[in-house]
Antibody, heavy 121, light 111 residues
Framework: QVQLQESGPGLVTPSQTLSLTCTVSSGSISRGNYYWTWIRQPAGKGLEWIGRIYTTGSTNYNPSLKSRVTISVDTSKNQFSLRLSSVTAADTAVYYC?????????????WGQGTLVTVSS | QSALTQPASVSGSPGQSIIISCTGIGSDVGAYDYVSWYQQHPGKAPKLMIYDVRNRPSGVSNRFSGSKSGNTASLTISGLQAEDEADYYCSSYISSRTLVVFGGGTKLTVL
């Protein structure tokens, strides 16, 4: 069973870059059958898909965030990461990493516990 | 992209059945059988309940079932239990744009 754990700063200054890492345990991130994904949820609001990466490094991003988002993978550390630049208060949210099988691209079967990121000076 | 449309809230009594709808357009819900449903309790990560319209992951109660007609997907919960009280989200894959979109969420209250 895949286990995911987010890590990173809980407070980011406006206009700076938010950086989070997701560590994958109980299995190799290099397994070829998963998309590794970032999803966020502002307090009291719904879920928003940020983007995903495949083990080859191929990425897809939410068009509304594409200009500010970078997702990367480090197979040697069994981690994948999120960078979101030029953040504002609107980026304050709980950020989740999750996985989805290639054949079920919308079915996120494993989730991290989530990490709250607050954008404030 | 626009979020999928879900009712803000639904309610039911223990033992009853409820249906939560998820309406999209022809390029998302209506285009592919890539619709999933998630249950989220307060302060917890979402849990996958249904994937690919009607499939249940191992360990999910058979009281949960999914279906789709045209541009609308539905989640049915039968034999409502107090523990079912949670927020429910649908998601759909949009192949043409290679992205995933979520519904706005539905709060289920068990009376």
């Amino acid at each position: 069973q895949v286990q995911l754990q987010e890590s990173g700063p809980g407070l980011v200054t406006p206009s700076q870059t938010l950086s989070l890492t997701c560590t994958v345990s109980s299995g190799s991130i290099s397994r070829g059958n998963y998309y590794w994904t970032w999803i966020r949820q502002p307090a009291g609001k719904g879920l928003e898909w940020i983007g995903r990466i495949y083990t080859t490094g191929s990425t897809n991003y939410n068009p509304s965030l594409k200009s500010r988002v970078t997702i990367s993978v480090d197979t040697s550390k069994n981690q994948f990461s999120l960078r979101l630049s030029s953040v504002t208060a609107a980026d304050t949210a709980v950020y989740y990493c999750a996985s989805a099988l290639l054949q079920n691209p919308e079915g996120f079967d494993y989730w991290g516990q989530g990490t709250l990121v607050t954008v404030s000076s | 992209q626009s979020a999928l449309t879900q009712p803000a809230s639904v309610s039911g009594s223990p033992g009853q059945s409820i249906i939560i709808s998820c309406t999209g357009i022809g390029s998302d819900v209506g285009a592919y059988d890539y619709v999933s449903w998630y249950q989220q309790h307060p302060g917890k990560a979402p849990k996958l309940m249904i994937y690919d319209v009607r499939n249940r992951p191992s360990g999910v109660s058979n009281r949960f079932s999914g279906s789709k007609s045209g541009n609308t997907a539905s989640l049915t919960i039968s034999g409502l239990q107090a523990e079912d009280e949670a927020d429910y989200y649908c998601s759909s894959y949009i192949s043409s744009r290679t992205l995933v979109v979520f519904g706005g969420g539905t709060k289920l209250t068990v009376l």
